[in-house]
Structure formats: C-alpha cells, structure tokens
C-alpha cells in the first residue's frame, strides 16, 4: 500500500463493506443471494452462418466506419497490397511472429523487436505508421481484438497516426459474444484486451464527427486468405 | 421551493442554446434509434431484461462482489483502496504522487472524477491533472462541468472553442472543427508522454477477472491507461457486473444506447499492471473504489436500483425537461432524470426539493433506459419524501390549517354548495390575483361551468 498508512485505508474498507452489509441486511462471507434476484448463466448469442462470409461482413462493417479492408491470397502477397501505403513512410511493427512470416520485419522502413518500453514509446509517437497483426478481429462489429503480449505492444496501434492489422481468416470470429465463449477470463492471460472498432473519432464539437483525435485516424486491415 | 429560475429562464430563451440542446439530443436519438431496433437488434429487449437482473442481483449482493473484486486485483498485482469520500481519493492520488515525485498526470473522461471535484483537489496541491477527452478539455480550460453525461461540450460552439484555446493556450483563432481537434491533438499528446500518471474512470468493474472495462472514441483513455507509469482508476462501487461474459449484455447495450454505436472505437479491459513478458503499459495499478454516499442508495429496496445506471445518458436526451432547461441546470454534475432521482439521494430531499417535480411523468426516460431503471417512478417516491419531509416541518400549520377547514365545509352540504357556487363567480379572478397568479400566468384554466351538477340535477327532476 502507497501513500496512506495502511490501518487508515483498511478502516475506510470496512466502513463500506459494513456499511452495505447493514443496508442490505447481509452477513460478512455470505455467499450471494438468489431467491429474489438470481443470476442465470450468460446467454451467448452466437449467430449460426457461413464462416466463409465473416470476411465480407468484417470488411463491410470497418469500411461503413471509414476504415479500409485490403483481402490477399496469401503472406507473399501482403507486401505488395501495403507497399503503397508505406511508400515514404516510418513504420513500427510489433513483434508478432504473423508479421515476421509475411516479411513486413524485413521491410528497410519498418523498426521492430522492441522490448524496452521506453524505447517503443519513443519510436511509436515518431512513426507515420503502426503494423500490428490481432489475435481475433469480430465480423459483427469490424472489430479488431488485441491482447498484450511479448508479441503485441499496447502502443503499435495507438500513437500512429495509421494503423495497418495484418492477420489470416480464420482469427474472424461472428461477434463479441463468441470472443467472450473462447475467452471467458480474458485477465487470465493478459493486463489489457483492447476491441478497436474503426478509426479514432470524437463528435465533442457540435457533434461534428472528426477522425484521429488522439488514436489513428486512418485503419486499415490486410486480411490474408491461406495462412 | 429553491428553482433556479432565473437561470432556467435564460437557458429557455437562449435561441443559440436552445438550438444546440435540441440538435445534440435529436441526432443522438436518431443514432439510437438506428441501432436498437428489432431489424438490427432482435434481441434488444431481452438484453435490457438482463441486463437488469444482472445489476439487481450484483447491488443486492454487492458486499461478496466486491471482496471478489478485490481479491482478484490483488491477485494480478495490483492494489484496490476504498475511498469513503472524494477527499480520501484525492488523498491517496495526492500521497502516490508525492512518493514517486510526479507532477502531472492525464485524465480520461468520468462523471465520478467530476462528481468529486478530483482535478480541482489535486491542483490545491499543485499538482495538475490534465483533462484529455477533447470536450473535457474544452470545458477544464473553460472553467466549466459537464453539460452531459456523455457529450459533455455540447452547449459550445466551434467560437466558443475557438475563444477559449486563443484565450487559455495563446492559440490562433482558429475556426475550423477539424483544425481545432488537431491542435487540441498536439498539446495533450506531449502532456501523455510526459505524465507519471494516469487517471481514468471505469464503465464496469469484473468481479470474475478483477478487471475493469474502459469504453471510449478518442483514444485517450487508452493513452492514459498505457502510456504512464502507474495507472490509477477510479470507480463508484456500484460499476461491478459478476463476469466478464456479462459484458456480452452490457457492451451491446452501452454504446448503443449512448451515442448509436454496437461499439464504441476503443473498449479497454484492463487488469492489473503489465504482466511479464509484456512490453508495455504501466508497472503500477491501483483500483479506488468510492462510495461518497452510494452506501445510503442501498437501504431502500426499492429506491437503490438508482444504482444499476451505467451512464449511456439516453434518459438526458430523451426527456422534454432536459431538453428545455440543459445540463447546467441540474443541481449535481448528474443531470437529466437519471440526476433528479441520485441526486435527492445522495444530497438529502431536504436539498434541492424542486427536483423530483421537475418532470411531466411522461415516461421516455424508462423507456430508453437500457437497463430498466424505474426512473418515473422512483421520482414520485421522491416527491412522496420532499412532501412528508415538508409536512413534518411545516411549523405554520398554514396547510393542516386549510385542510381541517376544507373538511369541515366538505361534511356540511349546504354550506358546500352555497360556497361552490360563490367559488364558481370569483373563479375567473383567480389567474389575475392573490398567490395562484404566477402559477396560473403559464397555464390556461378551464372555465367554471355556468351550473352546478347539483343545480343541474334538480333543473332536470323539475323539468322532469
């Protein structure tokens, strides 16, 4: 405990445990209560069609949110689908190993291998342009899900002013419910789980939407058809 | 009755103000009504339902989730302090920076950082906490609160903007939306890399994961939860759902409800500090979990589903008081319906005794409500209480007074009738006299019928 003695901070915990024990009428350790108000199992709502359109859905939806979905055959083809959208361009790349095989670490303007925090941070809020790959990216909503990891940084998506997401099919789940049916706990595994739905936006002047106001205002997905 | 009337006068004949409360809210209905309707969203009302047993079930066990909570921050290194008051947060954030020699810190966006007057706490003590969501910058160089839960500019113009960064930045008078954003990007940009800390709210707390849940457009919360050091977090203890699945219900709710969106740009589900082997993100994490009075909303059992609101605001933009009077209006940083039943809850009805009445009942806000709180009705429970709180106090009996003698005419029928019938003569009079003049100056009064149903009945028995 930081910057408060600690007998203080315990009695402020027991004052509000005891507090809502007293107004609730409950007992200290006693389990929930479900007579009045039970809790159901999670309903996930799933929807039941062909995996094969989730991509023309997920490209459909990112591009009604002004982001851009670039299909490809296969990792070899990668390369050339970004080469025009890199051209004069400083790039980070994160370190997943996706991006390796699709020979984006081997590019002359893309940094890469960063372990050192302050040294990412540094490079990120430099670079023109973000490559990451994702973990799951969501049909439903054109959603890209990121966990941190050794092999994706938090900030490759988040301080240039591009992002590109480079990732095979078959990471494209229906929605978010079939994300929350494959990872009940996603803290299990990580500090941060980030859906990204499109660009960065704000509409906090006169609702006037503008993109990019702290987040990459330009998105864009590189999805490859054969891993 | 204490209304500030005067102000609210103003607001109602503001035609500028008027036209951006009416605009703002009107395009967020329509961008709600787009996304919730049964084509698009077969299932929205099965969601809302829910979403309320959910909430019902976590407030009336809230003391099991919360150690629950806890424990599982705990377990994933980080710490959870509970804050009796905004002062104690303050506290806690003021004693942190002093340890580990920070100066500044950013903020994302929450109602519970306003409603505690975090930023104005932390600057006693020379400490500057830099708002980084753009209308919340707008409004901490402008020296103002929020004027909605969610849109909270959205009263000003692109020249009031213009005239506040000119005035608090040196900015050049700048007019274009667009231009301003940008620039807006580029200052608060070095103030994320520069900060030791970063503050953000939380839009629910997991109990099954010891995580909270960030939903945001701009980024910055994403900013401000990655890019410094140590992260604090700050959240009413009313925020917690039991699992993380059960954001499957609330994250389809939420931003729907708020702004139109299945979801927002960003949602961030964030436990703990970076775990190892991850590259970024803060080392530290601290979890302050707030009361400031929610304790007192749990006694009713009927009155503390005040407490399942998660803040999408579609009661503020759907309600025709709102809509008239604005944001600045409400006594509280919470404004709109969901304002008029918290706040007499957590200030006392005794404050502010106008509020409850401030509402045609017309029911919108329990309609739009994603997770059913009984907003109408919890407003006539109030009034009930402002009512007996005033009868019990009302030391000139002026009213029991007039209710004994209203009862002693009302059992004496002769005397009833000839004083109705003398009523009826001087009724027209009553808009232009006495105390009844200025309630009746905005209403158009029925006119007394020429006879009673008495005279009536026996003119009928006569003619037979």
């Known amino acids: 405990m930081v910057g408060r003695p600690k007998e203080v901070g315990m009695t402020a915990r027991e004052h509000i445990l005891g507090d809502i024990r007293r107004a609730l009428g409950r007992a200290a350790g006693q389990p929930p209560r479900m007579e009045a108000a039970p809790l159901s199992a999670p309903v996930m709502r799933i929807p039941r069609s062909d995996r094969n359109l989730y991509t023309d859905l997920f490209v459909q939806k990112l591009e009604n949110l002004a982001g851009k979905g670039i299909c490809v055959r296969d990792t070899a083809a990668v390369i050339p689908a970004i080469t025009e959208l890199l051209a004069q361009k400083h790039a980070v790349a994160s370190n997943s190993p996706f991006l390796r095989k699709c020979g984006i670490t081997g590019l002359a303007q893309v940094h890469t291998g960063f372990t050192d925090r302050e040294q990412l941070k540094e490079a990120c809020a430099a670079a023109d342009v973000g490559i990451t790959s994702v973990d799951y990216a969501l049909a439903a909503t054109g959603s890209f899900v990121m966990i941190s990891s050794a092999s994706e940084a938090r900030l490759v998506s988040l301080l240039p002013p591009v992002h590109v997401a480079i990732f095979p099919r078959s990471r494209i789940l229906a929605n978010l419910d079939e994300l929350l049916s494959i990872l009940p706990r996603p803290a299990d595994q990580t500090s941060s789980m980030v859906l990204i739905t499109g660009p960065s936006r704000t509409a906090d002047i006169e609702q006037i939407l503008v993109r990019g106001v702290h987040g990459p205002g330009e998105v864009y997905a590189v999805i490859v058809d054969e891993e | ?464």
């Not at chain 2, 910055?220 to 992260?231: E, G």
């Not at chain 2, 005397?415 to 003398?422: G, K, M, T």
Request: aromatic share 8%; net charge neutral; hydrophobic share 40%.
């Open chain 2, 1 to 464: 009755m204490n209304t500030p009337e005067t102000e609210i006068q103003q607001a109602i004949s503001d035609p500028r103000l008027q036209l951006a409360i009416y605009t703002a809210t009107k395009r967020l209905i329509g961008h709600r009504a787009g996304v919730v309707n049964p084509d698009v969203l077969p299932h929205y009302q099965d969601l809302r339902n829910e979403a309320n047993a959910i909430k019902k079930h976590t407030i009336e066990n809230l003391d099991y989730y919360l150690e629950q909570l806890e424990s599982n921050v705990i377990a994933h290194g980080g710490q959870v302090v509970f804050c009796r008051t905004g002062q104690e947060a303050a506290d806690f954030v003021l004693g942190l920076a002093k340890q580990r020699g920070a100066h500044m810190l950013v903020k994302s966006k929450s109602m519970t950082s306003e409603e505690i007057h975090f930023n104005e706490r932390l600057e006693a003590h020379q400490l500057e906490a830099v708002e980084t969501d753009l209308g919340e910058y707008i409004l901490q160089l402008a020296h103002q609160r929020p004027y909605h839960i969610v849109a909270p500019a959205l009263h000003l113009t692109r020249y009031d903007v213009a005239e506040v960064f000119t005035r608090e930045l040196g900015a050049e008078n700048e007019v274009v939306i667009e231009k301003q954003t940008k620039f807006a990007r580029g200052v608060l940009r070095q103030k994320f890399l520069q900060a030791e800390i970063g503050v953000s709210g939380a839009n629910f707390l997991v109990a099954d994961s010891g995580a909270i849940v960030v939903v945001e457009n701009e980024g910055n919360a994403r900013l401000s939860t990655s890019a410094p050091k140590i992260h604090v977090a700050i959240a009413g203890i009313e925020k917690l759902i039991p699992r993380a699945q059960d954001l499957a219900v609330f994250l389809n709710l939420l931003g729907r409800s708020a702004t139109g969106q299945p979801l927002t740009s960003y949602t961030s589900f964030l436990s703990g500090p970076r775990r190892p082997g991850e590259i970024d993100g803060p080392d530290e994490f601290y979890l302050l979990l707030l009361d400031n009075g929610r304790t007192k909303l749990l006694r009713d059992p009927e009155k503390r589903q005040s407490l399942y609101c998660i803040r999408c605001g579609a009661c503020l933009n759907h309600c025709p008081v709102y809509r008239k009077i604005g944001g600045h209006n409400y006594p509280w940083v919470y404004s709109g319906p969901i304002g008029a039943i918290i706040t007499p809850q957590f200030h006392g009805v005794t404050e502010d005794t106008w509020l409850p009445f401030a509402s045609s009942l017309c029911g919108a806000c329990a309609e739009v409500c994603p997770v059913k709180i009984e907003i109408p009705k919890l407003l006539l429970k109030l009034r009930e209480e402002v009512i007996e709180v005033q009868r019990r106090t009302d030391t000139s009996g002026f009213e029991r007074l007039a209710f004994i003698l209203f009862a002693w005419i009302a059992t004496r029928p002769k005397l009833y009738l000839r004083l109705a019938s003398l009523g009826s003569l001087f009724f027209p009079l009553v808009p232009r006299i006495g105390p009844l003049k200025k309630w009746a100056s905005e209403r158009t009064l029925p006119e007394p019928a020429h006879q009673s149903f008495h005279q009536w009945w026996a003119a009928r028995k006569r003619s037979g």
